[in-house]
Structure formats: C-alpha cells, structure tokens
C-alpha cells in the first residue's frame, strides 16, 4: 500500500495522473473521431472520472462535429431519396451519441 501511496503522490505531481488532463485529451480525441457528447460523458463515467471534469470537458460546439460526421458520409447519403436519407442521418449521428437537439437542428 505505501508504494502503491508514494507512486500516485509521484505521477500527480509530475503531472502524469491529471484527471482534467485526460478528460480534455479523450474529449477531443473522440470528437475528431466523429463521437458525440453523450457517448463521450459516457465513455469518461466509465473510466471513473468526477462528473463535474466532464461537464466543463464535454462543453463544445457539436454541431460541427456533426456536421463533420454527415459531410463524411454524404456520398452514401446522396444516393438515398430524401425520407431515408433525413432517417439514416438522423440514426447515424444518434448511435455516435449527438442529443435530440443537435441531431434536429442539423438534420
């Protein structure tokens, strides 16, 4: 327990074990990957991190991601007629975890 103890104390002060740190790294890892704000909030809960790093972490404009994500996959789309084409890209960005708003909003 006490090299367990020592070695923590050692990685949080040269900065290697920073919570916020990694919060913010994941976060914009997983959005330049085309993933949503709930399916990140999830991934970090998972990984044990404090509710409060997630919200300021998970606060950014994704409506662009979103858009990213349907520009990315437009020439699929494009083949589609319009009710299937809006449904199909409605499903595809709820699965990569964009709210109900943003999804509506760009859609």
């Known amino acids: 327990k006490e090299v367990v103890d020592q070695t923590i104390d050692y ?3 040269t900065g290697l074990l920073d919570d916020r ?4 790294w994941w ?12 399916r990140i909030v999830q991934e970090l809960k998972m990984k044990g991190i404090n509710n409060e790093i997630i919200d300021e972490e998970t606060k950014q404009d994704w409506k662009g991601v979103a858009r ?3 520009e990315k996959e437009q020439p699929k789309l494009n083949t ?3 009710m299937k084409r809006r449904m199909k ?6 699965r990569r975890g964009f709210s109900f708003d943003t999804i509506s909003s760009i859609v």
Request: net charge positive.
């Open 11 to 13: 990685l949080t002060e």
């Open 89 to 94: 890209m409605q499903q595809l960005l709820l």
């Open 21 to 24: 740190k990694f919060a913010q």
């Open 68 to 70: 990213q994500v349907l």
């Open 80 to 82: 589609l007629p319009s």
């Open 27 to 38: 976060t914009e890892s997983r959005m330049h990957g085309g993933w949503g704000p709930r």
